[in-house]
C-alpha cells in the first residue's frame, strides 16, 4: 500500500544584479518557457550561503512590461503585467520539505527532521520540534498550529502569551480523553464503527498509519485528517476531540479538501475522488458517502478547490490534472496535460491554478473569469477554459508542497502571488507570479517587442 501511496540569518541582502535567462520549451508538450536556476558554473553554490538566498531585486522589476504581439488574434490578452521571477531560495541541512503554510508575515516548514520552522522576511523567526519527525502536514488554524506525522498522530501547538518567538505543544491528537471514552462506552463511542465491522473500536479515533493531509472545514471549526490507513477523520478545534471516522477508500488516502456547499472532497492510491456531504445532527457531525467523480488506474494524489468558481481539481500520479464545475452539475470539465511525473501538489489561488510535480516544475494555469470563453482545449473534457501562463524550474527534486499568498506591493491594479514550494531538494524557493501574464503561445519572441522569458538570477 505504501508504495503506491508514495505516488503518494540575515535581515539584509546583497540583491545580484539580475540576469536574463534563455527559454528551453518543451517540443513534446507545449512550447512553454522554461526557467532554469540551477547554480551555473563559476557560481557560487547556495550550500555555502546563508539559508535564504536572494535572487532578484524585486525593485528592479516592478515596471510593468509588453511581452505580447500586437496583433489582432492577441488583443484581448493583458498588455501590460511583471514578469514571473523567483525571488529567493531557503536551503538546510535538515532533510527534504513536506509541508508549508504562510499566515501574514509567517511562513512555517516542515520536514522529515523534527523542527518545524518559522520565518519572518526571509529570516528564521523561531522554530518548534516534534517528538516525530517527517512533518507531513501543516494547518493554521486561529491561533493553534497543528501538524500531521508519519507516526499518524496529530501535534497542536499553541504562540506564547509572553513570546510569540516561542510555540509551546498544547496537545496531541487523539487525546487521551477518547481513550477513556472508548474505553468506558465503546458501543456507543463512535457509532459509525458499527457500519465497518471489520475495524476496531481503537482505530475509529486514532490513525494506524501515516497521516498524509490536513485540511479546515469551510467554517474553520472542523479538522480533516487523512491518512494511509484509508480513512480520514474528523476533530472538532475546540476541544480536539475525534467526532468521526470515515472508511473512505480501498488504499491510501492521499487527500482530504473541503469545499462548496458543505462537500468534503477524497482522492486516494486506489484511484477514486469521492465526495462527501456533510450534515450536521444535533451536537454531532456525520459525513455520507455522495458520488464518485473519478475512477481510474493510477493513484490521485492531490486535490485543490477553487472557492470563488466552485471548481474542484485532482492532480495524478500519470502528471494530469482533471476538474469539475458545480455550475455544471459536477461533470468533468477538462484535463490539463503538461507534467511529465506525477502531480504531487496544487493550490488554487484568485484565477490561477499552481500545480508541482515530480518532474521539478510548478506549472502555473489561468482559467478566465465567467462569461469569458477566450480559453482553448487542453486535452479533453468540455471544460476547455484554462490555459498555461508559466512553467517555474529550478528545483533538484519533486515538488512536493506549496503555499500561496497575495502580494501586497502589487501595483497598478495587477493581482500578483506569492508562491512558495518545498521541494525533496531540501529547499523552499519563493516566487512572484501575475495574473495577468499571457498564455504561454501568446508570449512574443520578437525582440522588438519585449522580452518573452522569465527574468531570474541563478542561484
Known amino acids: 500500500m505504501h508504495n503506491k501511496a508514495s505516488s503518494r540569518d540575515t535581515n539584509s541582502q546583497n540583491f545580484p544584479k539580475h540576469q536574463t535567462v534563455e527559454t528551453d520549451p518543451d517540443p513534446d508538450i507545449y512550447d512553454i518557457t522554461y526557467v532554469d536556476v540551477s547554480p551555473s558554473v563559476g557560481s557560487t553554490s547556495p550550500l555555502s550561503k546563508s539559508p535564504w538566498i536572494a535572487h532578484v531585486d524585486p525593485t528592479d522589476l516592478e515596471p510593468p512590461h509588453s511581452g505580447i504581439k500586437s496583433t489582432a488574434s492577441h488583443t484581448r490578452e493583458p498588455k501590460n503585467y511583471s514578469p514571473n521571477i523567483l525571488m529567493g531560495s531557503l536551503f538546510r541541512e535538515e532533510g ?16 522529515d527532521s523534527k523542527n518545524i520552522r518559522v520565518w519572518k522576511n526571509q529570516t528564521e523567526f523561531s522554530s518548534f520540534k516534534s517528538n516525530s519527525g517527517l512533518v507531513k502536514a501543516i494547518v493554521l488554524a486561529g491561533d493553534k498550529i497543528f501538524t500531521g506525522h508519519q507516526d499518524g498522530k496529530i501535534r497542536v501547538w499553541k504562540v506564547s502569551s509572553k513570546d510569540s518567538n516561542i510555540f509551546r505543544r498544547i496537545g496531541t491528537m487523539p487525546v487521551f480523553r477518547d481513550y477513556i471514552r472508548n474505553s468506558i462506552t465503546p458501543s456507543s463511542y463512535f457509532s459509525f464503527m458499527r457500519k465497518n465491522p471489520t475495524s476496531t473500536s481503537a482505530q475509529g479515533f486514532r490513525h ?130 503538461g507534467h511529465k511525473l506525477a502531480v504531487l501538489c496544487l493550490v488554487a489561488a484568485g484565477s490561477l491554478l499552481f500545480s508541482g510535480s515530480a518532474d521539478l516544475g510548478i506549472r502555473v494555469w489561468r482559467r478566465p473569469e465567467r462569461g469569458d470563453g477566450r480559453g482553448e482545449d487542453l486535452g479533453g473534457g468540455g471544460g476547455g477554459e484554462h490555459v498555461c501562463i508559466a512553467v517555474l524550474k529550478g528545483h533538484a527534486g519533486p515538488v512536493k508542497c506549496m503555499a500561496v499568498e497575495r502580494d501586497q506591493e502589487s501595483v497598478s491594479g495587477e493581482k500578483r502571488w506569492i508562491v512558495y514550494s518545498g521541494s525533496l531538494d531540501r529547499s523552499v524557493k519563493m516566487w512572484r507570479v501575475s495574473e495577468s501574464s499571457p498564455p504561454i503561445e501568446y508570449q512574443s519572441s520578437d525582440p522588438f517587442d519585449g522580452p518573452n522569458e522569465l527574468t531570474v538570477a541563478p542561484s
Open 96 to 111: 527534504h520539505i513536506y509541508s508549508l503554510a504562510t499566515s501574514g508575515d509567517l511562513l512555517y516548514t516542515g520536514s
Open 208 to 337: 494506524v498509519d501515516a497521516i498524509s493531509c490536513l485540511t479546515l472545514s469551510e467554517d474553520k471549526k472542523l479538522l480533516y485528517s487523512g491518512s494511509w490507513d484509508q480513512t480520514f477523520k474528523v476533530w472538532r478545534i475546540s476541544d480536539l476531540r475525534c467526532l468521526e471516522s470515515v472508511k473512505a477508500h480501498d488504499d491510501a488516502v492521499n487527500a482530504v479538501v473541503s469545499g462548496f456547499d458543505g462537500l468534503v472532497f477524497s482522492g486516494s492510491a486506489d484511484g477514486t475522488v469521492k465526495v462527501w456531504r456533510r450534515e450536521d445532527q444535533a451536537k454531532e457531525t456525520k459525513h455520507f458517502f455522495s458520488e464518485t467523480l473519478l475512477k481510474q488506474d493510477c493513484a490521485v494524489t492531490a486535490i485543490a478547490v477553487d472557492q470563488s468558481a466552485t471548481l474542484v481539481y485532482c492532480g495524478s500520479s500519470d502528471g494530469t490534472v482533471n476538474f469539475w464545475e458545480r455550475d455544471n452539475n459536477m461533470k468533468n470539465g477538462g484535463v490539463l496535460r
